[in-house]
């Protein structure tokens, strides 16, 4: 092969002209050899765009948002319970004739002890109860009924269907004798199963003793974006997995566990805001997060994690309604010990309590998530881990022979989220939308 030669170009040289080394042509590998490449700031330095904390969610549990537990079963189950209630409905109309009645729950009657219609100023004694209905009972107005009684006091007047019951003591006689109470049970427990997750990335020997500026191609590198890929699945995971156990299709990995997330546990406090946010005004707010206090073994005090666009909106409402609102903005650890990292701000309900709201851009960025949120209660959050399998890397998983050319390692890990009270939890669907796309 013949040493090529210099070619010839016509002047006058510009910065385009010759064309073989124009300032335009940036990819060419002539021009790079030739012609200084000019940056801002030199490679490895890349303009951030954002500096919140992406893992915001994972940074509060590791802080003080959830108690610690290790697991020696992959279901796990808790109770609670509420006291049962001392009321109940009369699912038939009451006739002022009546004698039998039908209640929604018969086991408030008790033989010898009063029905109290509060609202009718009418009470009964309880004669008789048939809890299956296998007596056969009925009202004047042919009603399959579960309860024989006699009228004590009130006006003989017609009871509407649906009205409150209330369960009375039972009246003594002077020569009588006290009367058998019923006791109670424990209802059905809550449970979850864990979550085991494990994922991981290669770089060959030979890249991975390559020269590089920077980081990028480096073994460091492959780690820090697994890591990073890892927490951000885990974080969505946490949130709003659905539970599943079953095995494996493909019949390679065996039994599969996923647990549900916070959001699936969420059952009583959830409002739909609308698509645009007409519900999200301050004194529904208010009214909404109230409730998630009702609890006895609610926390002091909420957080409550919201994508941009239902950030905008509770601010908005807290301004609107006059609500005492303090920005926090994104502190760092030097400015507030207790950061996470987030844009937050401290909203005070009418009660005086108080709701931390953390904006998760990035975690909720997705079209679907931008308005929803979900508010946490830190007393009433347990997280679980089963046995060793914690978040950790596993250094070296190839075989002893591909591991002479390739390098690969994993992260490994498992969690079971348990809300203990959801009704202290809540979910906010729905708000106001950007014009634009974000």
Same mark, same amino acid.
Request: aromatic share 8%; with cysteine; hydrophobic share 40%.
């Given at each position: 092969?013949?040493?090529?030669?210099?070619?010839?170009?016509?002047?006058?040289?510009?910065?385009?002209?010759?064309?073989?080394?124009?300032?335009?042509?940036?990819?060419?590998?002539?021009?790079?050899?030739?012609?200084?490449?000019?940056?801002?700031?030199?490679?490895?330095?890349?303009?951030?765009?954002?500096?919140?904390?992406?893992?915001?969610?994972?940074?509060?549990?590791?802080?003080?948002?959830?108690?610690?537990?290790?697991?020696?079963?992959?279901?796990?189950?808790?109770?609670?319970?509420?006291?049962?209630?001392?009321?109940?409905?009369?699912?038939?109309?009451?006739?002022?004739?009546?004698?039998?009645?039908?209640?929604?729950?018969?086991?408030?009657?008790?033989?010898?002890?009063?029905?109290?219609?509060? @609202?009718?100023?009418?009470?009964?004694?309880?004669?008789?109860?048939?809890?299956?209905?296998?007596?056969?009972?009925?009202?004047?107005?042919?009603?399959?009924?579960?309860?024989?009684?006699?009228?004590?006091?009130?006006?003989?007047?017609?009871?509407?269907?649906?009205?409150?019951?209330?369960?009375?003591?039972?009246?003594?006689?002077?020569?009588?004798?006290?009367?058998?109470?019923?006791?109670?049970?424990?209802?059905?427990?809550?449970?979850? &199963?864990? @979550?085991?997750?494990?994922?991981?990335?290669?770089?060959?020997?030979?890249?991975?003793?390559?020269?590089?500026?920077?980081?990028?191609? &480096?073994?460091?590198?492959?780690?820090?974006?697994?890591?990073?890929?890892?927490?951000?699945?885990?974080?969505?995971?946490?949130?709003?997995?659905?539970?599943?156990?079953?095995?494996? &299709?493909?019949?390679?990995?065996?039994?599969?566990?996923?647990?549900?997330?916070?959001?699936?546990?969420?059952?009583?406090?959830?409002?739909?805001?609308?698509?645009?946010?007409?519900?999200?005004?301050?004194?529904?707010?208010?009214?909404?997060?109230?409730?998630?206090?009702?609890?006895?073994? @609610?926390?002091?005090?909420?957080?409550?994690?919201?994508?941009?666009?239902?950030?905008?909106?509770?601010?908005?409402?807290?301004?609107?309604?006059?609500?005492?609102?303090?920005?926090?903005?994104?502190?760092?650890?030097?400015?507030?010990?207790?950061?996470?990292?987030?844009?937050?701000?401290?909203?005070?309900?009418?009660?005086?309590?108080?709701?931390?709201?953390?904006?998760?851009?990035?975690?909720?960025?997705?079209?679907?998530?931008?308005?929803?949120?979900?508010?946490?209660?830190?007393?009433?959050?347990?997280?679980?881990?089963?046995?060793?399998?914690?978040?950790?890397?596993?250094?070296?998983?190839?075989?002893?022979?591909?591991?002479?050319?390739?390098?690969?390692?994993?992260?490994?890990?498992?969690?079971?989220?348990?809300?203990?009270?959801?009704?202290?939890?809540?979910?906010?669907?729905?708000?106001?939308?950007?014009?634009?796309?974000?």
């Amino acid at each position: 092969m013949s040493i090529p030669q210099i070619t010839r170009a016509r002047g006058p040289w510009t910065s385009v002209n010759p064309s073989t080394l124009s300032a335009l042509k940036i990819t060419n590998s002539t021009v790079n050899d030739f012609r200084a490449k000019s940056w801002i700031e030199r490679p490895p330095a890349i303009f951030e765009q954002r500096r919140e904390n992406d893992q915001a969610f994972l940074a509060w549990l590791d802080m003080y948002g959830a108690r610690q537990t290790g697991l020696s079963q992959v279901i796990s189950s808790w109770y609670t319970l509420r006291p049962a209630d001392h009321y109940t409905t009369n699912t038939k109309a009451i006739a002022a004739a009546d004698t039998y009645i039908a209640l929604d729950d018969s086991l408030i009657a008790k033989v010898g002890f009063k029905l109290i219609f509060v @609202s009718y100023g009418a009470e009964y004694r309880v004669l008789e109860v048939d809890d299956d209905n296998s007596e056969g009972w009925t009202n004047d107005a042919g009603d399959a009924c579960n309860v024989r009684v006699e009228r004590l006091t009130g006006p003989a007047v017609a009871i509407s269907a649906n009205e409150v019951c209330n369960a009375g003591h039972a009246p003594l006689g002077e020569l009588g004798t006290p009367k058998r109470d019923t006791t109670t049970v424990p209802g059905d427990p809550s449970w979850n &199963t864990i @979550s085991l997750v494990g994922v991981y990335n290669s770089i060959s020997h030979v890249q991975d003793q390559s020269e590089m500026i920077g980081e990028w191609g &480096t073994h460091p590198k492959i780690m820090a974006d697994l890591w990073y890929n890892h927490r951000m699945a885990k974080q969505f995971e946490m949130l709003f997995s659905q539970r599943f156990s079953g095995n494996d &299709t493909l019949d390679v990995e065996g039994q599969l566990y996923i647990g549900n997330g916070i959001v699936p546990q969420i059952k009583t406090n959830v409002m739909e805001a609308g698509s645009l946010g007409v519900n999200l005004s301050f004194p529904e707010l208010n009214d909404f997060w109230e409730l998630t206090f009702d609890s006895e073994l @609610s926390a002091s005090e909420k957080s409550h994690f919201c994508g941009a666009a239902q950030f905008r909106d509770i601010r908005k409402a807290a301004i609107e309604g006059g609500a005492e609102l303090e920005m926090l903005g994104i502190q760092s650890g030097i400015d507030n010990a207790q950061s996470i990292g987030a844009n937050t701000m401290r909203v005070q309900l009418n009660s005086g309590r108080v709701v931390n709201v953390y904006e998760l851009k990035q975690a909720f960025s997705q079209p679907n998530l931008v308005d929803w949120g979900i508010t946490m209660d830190a007393d009433n959050l347990v997280k679980g881990v089963f046995g060793d399998f914690d978040e950790r890397y596993v250094d070296d998983i190839e075989t002893r022979a591909q591991g002479m050319t390739l390098r690969s390692d994993a992260v490994v890990d498992s969690w079971m989220m348990a809300v203990i009270d959801e009704s202290t939890f809540g979910v906010i669907r729905g708000g106001t939308r950007g014009l634009i796309n974000r």
